[in-house]
């Protein structure tokens, strides 16, 4: 979603899928996760645009910079180059 998604435009459950591009037998699962993701507290980071539909909020740029750090083991430049409208000097890493 980070990689494709266009800053301030939901994406469809159907198009972030897509993106994953999971195993057939995973698209279950993968849309499940898309609902959790748009739905749940604990990802500030995604907002919830209505059925099936999400958007990155940048307001809460630092919670997805910290995600991608330590849940995806994502290293600070590659942070840097897909939130090029962050600063990522607002948190340590």
């Known amino acids: 979603m980070v990689s494709h998604h266009c800053w301030g435009s939901p994406i469809s459950r159907g198009a972030a899928v897509n993106f994953a591009a999971v195993a057939t ?11 959790t993701l748009r739905t749940s507290p604990e ?7 209505g059925p099936e539909r999400a958007v990155l909020e940048t307001n ?11 849940t995806c083991d994502w290293p600070r430049w590659k942070i840097n180059s897909r939130l090029k ?3 990522t ?5």
Not at 25 to 35: N, P, R
Not at 89 to 93: A, S, T
């Open 43 to 49: 990802y500030p980071f995604v907002g919830n645009r």
């Open 89 to 93: 000097d607002e948190f340590e890493f």
């Open 25 to 35: 037998d995973e698209l279950g699962q993968a849309k499940a996760d898309f609902e």
């Open 60 to 70: 809460e740029f630092g919670a997805l910079a910290r995600f991608l750090h330590e």
């Open 85 to 87: 409208h962050f600063e």
